[in-house]
């Protein structure tokens, strides 16, 4: 018997949901041709990763068939010290995606809600539903995050609110005081997760990652990442602060030791590398600018952010839109990233790159865009 001819009943099937999972589609790696000049399509830093973190690895290199610290003591020590926080309240993971799941698989279950933003990262989808709930898309104003829609969409079932601040694809934040207002007006059994992956590059007063709050409230986490300003996405480290009763379940459902050993060496030498650190966020200051000044000067609508990314939105055109520009681009080695899964069809999102990468990416729209 072929495998169609089997019934459904005959083969192993997965929980409710799971195949209404639409997968996560990564951000290309090749422009056309396997052609890459500059790949921009991931918000990665241009500046790889701190010669230390580098440093750090060959030390584990030696001690492969070793186990690593599962509870990587040593790399919450040092996030407690470098955030002032206390590390019983810190748990790592490979990468923030796996305490997003962690933070589903613990607190959703068949029946629950859980609320995310428009054009908020997919990540929460996949999670919510992989945990057998059910997502609840709350509609954003300008592109922002709407704390009214989402206080207006709580009902008796929500488990869950995540919020990016500032979010991915859009590059807006929330204020702190929006934030506060947000946590004020949840019931407090619903957990509110503040997805701060770009906390270090945001430079606005107003702003603040979630860590008094999560500091402060029972049902608060703030999840960070080591794959962005500290350039170690490729080893696959994240962490999430909050209260101890919330990291007392989540290392409970943490598979043993979810995180190697390479990425505990690098993270130390990364979060204690503070002079790294702020030449990172000082090129974004530099270049985040820069390429939002470049693109309108091209006509073209740019999002206010406050990431290591924009989002470009293109004419309704036939030839000039995103998908065409996105073509183009990869034709010549840059390549950019489609939210059209997003819900923003018409709008591509670069990564802030290096200063070769950023004025490449603006010639070749300009010519694009028959400018040149
Ligand atoms: N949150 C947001 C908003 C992100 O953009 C990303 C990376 N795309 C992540 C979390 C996850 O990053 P990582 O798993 O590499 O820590």
Redesign the pocket.
């Known amino acids: 018997m072929s495998e169609a001819d089997l019934t459904r009943s005959e083969r192993p099937q997965p929980r409710a949901g799971v195949m209404e999972i639409a997968a996560y589609v990564p951000g290309k790696s090749k422009g056309t041709h396997g052609k890459t000049l500059h790949k921009l399509s991931?918000?990665e830093t241009p500046l790889g990763a701190s010669p230390k973190a580098k440093a750090a690895i060959e030390t584990v290199a030696h001690n492969l068939e070793l186990y690593p610290d599962g509870a990587a003591n040593e790399l919450r020590d040092a996030i407690a010290e470098t955030y002032g926080l206390h590390p019983d309240r810190i748990i790592c993971g490979a990468?923030?995606?796996e305490i997003l799941s962690f933070l589903a698989y613990a607190y959703l279950g068949a029946g629950d809600e859980a609320i995310y933003s428009e054009h908020g990262?997919l990540?929460y989808d996949i999670a919510i539903r992989a945990a057998g709930a059910t997502p609840v898309v709350a509609p954003e104003t300008d592109l922002k995050t709407d704390v009214d829609a989402i206080l207006a969409r709580v009902s008796d079932k929500t488990k869950m609110v995540f919020i990016?601040n500032p979010n991915?694809p859009t590059g807006t934040y929330l204020p702190f005081e929006e934030v506060k207002r947000l946590h004020e007006g949840l019931p407090a059994h619903v957990l509110l997760v503040l997805?701060a992956?770009y906390g270090e590059y945001v430079r606005k007063n107003d702003y603040e990652s979630g860590i008094e709050l999560a500091a402060t409230s029972d049902n608060v986490v703030m999840t960070r990442?080591f794959?962005k300003v500290y350039g170690l996405?490729n080893l696959?480290i994240?962490w999430g602060f909050g209260p101890s009763h919330i990291i007392d379940a989540l290392n409970r459902i943490r598979g043993p030791f979810n995180v190697s050993g390479m990425a505990i060496a690098a993270g130390i030498a990364a979060v204690q590398d503070r002079e790294f650190l702020t030449r990172a966020v000082e090129h974004n200051d530099e270049w985040l600018p820069w390429v939002t000044a470049e693109l309108e000067k091209l006509g073209l609508k740019v999002t206010p952010s406050v990431g290591n990314f924009v989002l470009v939105h293109f004419p309704d055109e036939d030839g000039k839109r995103a998908a065409d520009a996105d073509a183009y681009l990869l034709q010549h080695g840059c390549v950019l990233r489609q939210v059209a899964n997003y819900g923003l069809p018409n709008a591509l999102r670069m990564t802030v790159g290096s200063e070769e990468a950023n004025r490449t990416v603006v010639e070749h729209l300009k010519t694009f865009l028959g400018q040149a």
Request: charged share 20%.
């Open positions: 991931s918000n990468g923030s995606d990262f990540i990016a991915n997805d992956a990442t794959s996405a696959r994240g």
